[in-house]
C-alpha cells in the first residue's frame, strides 16, 4: 500500500498518533489515514493492509488492527 501525503499515521497497538517516520518505519503495526476520511462506525481494520475486518478478528489481533469510532 502506498503511504500518501495528506493523512497521518496511527499505531495499532494504542491507537495513537504516530510521526510519519515511525509509521513508514513500522508498516505492520501502524495505519494511514488520510484526512477527512471520517468514521466507519466502530468496525476494525487490518494495520498491514488497511482492509475492514471482522470484529472477532479484530478484538483477538489487538497488535495488528485498529478499531475506528
Do not use: C, W
Not at 3 to 31: D, H, W, Y
Not at 42 to 63: C, E, I, L, M
Amino acid at each position: 500500500m502506498t503511504k500518501s501525503k495528506g493523512g497521518s499515521f496511527r499505531s495499532a497497538g494504542t491507537g495513537r498518533f504516530v510521526t510519519a517516520k515511525q509509521g513508514r518505519s513500522n508498516p505492520a503495526t501502524t495505519l494511514f489515514e488520510t484526512k477527512g476520511a471520517g468514521s466507519a462506525g466502530g468496525t476494525y481494520r487490518s494495520a498491514k493492509t488497511g482492509r475492514f475486518v471482522t470484529d472477532s478478528y479484530g478484538r483477538s489481533h489487538p497488535a495488528t488492527t485498529i478499531k475506528d469510532n
